[in-house]
Structure formats: structure tokens, C-alpha cells
């Protein structure tokens, strides 16, 4: 078998891009390519700083690759478009064939094999891009952990990946997946408002040795819930930030 070469830059390196997909109204994602023998030197969570020079000023932002970690060839980023992200809006404007600055990936909260056998994750809005890969991993390696996720949008347009969940429920018996609404449609059948107390202890694995929960989301929604985790009983070490 022929070796794999493993990439992971400090310095910020041109990919160019080799597709695009469009996952909602505002949320896109694109491929980059990789040498054919060449993968990202990642872990499941971790992350890719984006580069850019915008009106004179260099920028960066983090994006944590949504493509299943070792696949050789390409990488993945999904990227949600906002009217103030500056990082966002250049990415959104590129087109095939364009290339990009990039440099990592680097270390983030990641998923390590074994670390637990029950785990959750509570996404708002493109919180949920660090636990593409995740669960992607988990569930394509038939790893045996039990996942449990809840994801939080405004409305239910804005459900990134929506179709890859609900195929995932069908044909995965370990995968559950409860979506919240803040503007849900009529008849909603789902959680409807903010992801509450009562949410988090219906739809989360409880606590123990064997359990761990992702978060990731708005600032406010984060240091909130992670609270409220905490009061659960979810012991600090056991809620990772990605």
C-alpha cells in the first residue's frame, strides 16, 4: 500500500477549490483539493485557519473540516455566509478553480476513539460544522458509542445537513437526533424555542464515566448551557468546546 502523506502547515498554503455544493439558502460547501496520496493530519474536531486580505487587512478564521478525517485527495469546509463575517462572505464569493489560503489544521476539541461510550452534542446554527466530522467518524468507522444530538436553528430552512441526519436515524439504530426551532413551521413536530433544561435531560445521554458532550454554538448560547450542563451534573471535563 502506498504511503499517505499527512499535511499540517504553520505558514498559510494555496488550495484551490474543486467543488462547490450548496447545503441551505446561506450555507455552502466547498472541496479543496489535496495531492491524490495526501490527507489533512487531523483528528475529528479539529481545526483549519482560512487567510484572506480584505480592504487591506490581512484576516483569519477558524473552520473546522467537515469531510471525514484520513480521506486522501480533498478536504472539506462547510462555511454559513453572515452579512458581518468577513471570512465568510470572501469564501462564499469564490468559485471553482479559485484558490484560497489555509494553514493546520490545529488542534481543537476533538474526538479521540474510545473516549466515551455515550456521547452528545448540542449545536446552534453552525455550531454544528465541528461535529460533521465527528459524527461522520463515529458512525462510518462503526465506532461503538451511542450519539445523541441536538440541534438548535432559527428556522428550519437554516438546518444545515438536514437530509444527512435524517438518513442517518434510518439506517443508523445509534444514532438520535432531536431538532429545536426558535420559528418553527405549522405542525412542527420537534422542539420548538431555545434548547431548555428539560430539552437537554430528554435528548442527552445522563452523566457518567462513559458520557461526554460536545457544545458549540453562539457565545451566549455556550456559556449558558454549558451552566446548565454543569448543574445537570455533567462534571467540567466531560463537555468539550470545539
Known amino acids: 500500500m502506498d504511503a499517505v502523506t499527512r499535511i499540517k502547515t504553520k505558514t498559510p498554503s494555496p488550495y484551490k477549490i474543486t467543488a462547490i455544493e450548496t447545503d441551505t439558502h446561506d450555507t455552502k460547501t466547498f472541496r479543496f483539493e489535496l495531492p491524490g496520496d495526501a490527507t489533512l493530519d487531523m483528528l475529528p474536531g479539529d481545526f483549519l485557519y482560512v487567510h484572506a486580505t480584505i480592504a487591506g487587512k490581512s484576516v483569519k478564521r477558524a473552520y473546522t473540516p467537515s469531510s471525514l478525517p484520513g480521506v486522501t485527495g480533498f478536504f472539506d469546509l462547510t462555511v454559513k455566509r453572515y452579512a ?5 462572505a470572501y469564501l462564499h464569493d469564490q468559485r471553482i478553480g479559485d484558490t484560497v489560503l489555509i494553514s493546520g489544521p490545529n488542534q481543537g476539541g476533538h ?9 452528545g452534542f448540542v449545536a446552534g446554527g453552525t455550531g ?25 436553528n432559527k428556522t428550519e430552512a437554516d438546518i ?3 437530509e444527512e441526519w ?22 412542527w413536530p420537534e422542539g420548538t424555542g431555545r434548547v431548555t433544561v428539560d430539552i437537554l ?9 462513559d458520557t461526554c458532550i460536545f457544545l458549540c454554538g453562539p457565545p451566549q448560547m455556550v456559556d449558558a448551557l454549558e451552566a446548565t450542563l454543569k448543574e445537570l451534573g455533567y462534571p467540567e471535563q466531560a463537555i468539550v468546546l470545539p
Open 84 to 88: 458581518t463575517g468577513v471570512i465568510s
Open 111 to 119: 474526538w479521540v476513539d474510545g473516549m466515551a461510550k455515550r456521547v
Open 128 to 152: 454544528i460544522t465541528p461535529m460533521i466530522a465527528i459524527i461522520r467518524w463515529i458512525l462510518t468507522k462503526r465506532i461503538d458509542a451511542e450519539l445523541f444530538l441536538i440541534f438548535a
Open 160 to 162: 444545515i445537513l438536514r
Open 166 to 187: 435524517s438518513r442517518a436515524v434510518r439506517e443508523y439504530p445509534n444514532f438520535h437526533c432531536h431538532h429545536v426551532l426558535e420559528q418553527p413551521p405549522s405542525g
Open 201 to 209: 435531560r430528554r435528548h442527552l445521554p445522563a452523566p457518567g464515566s
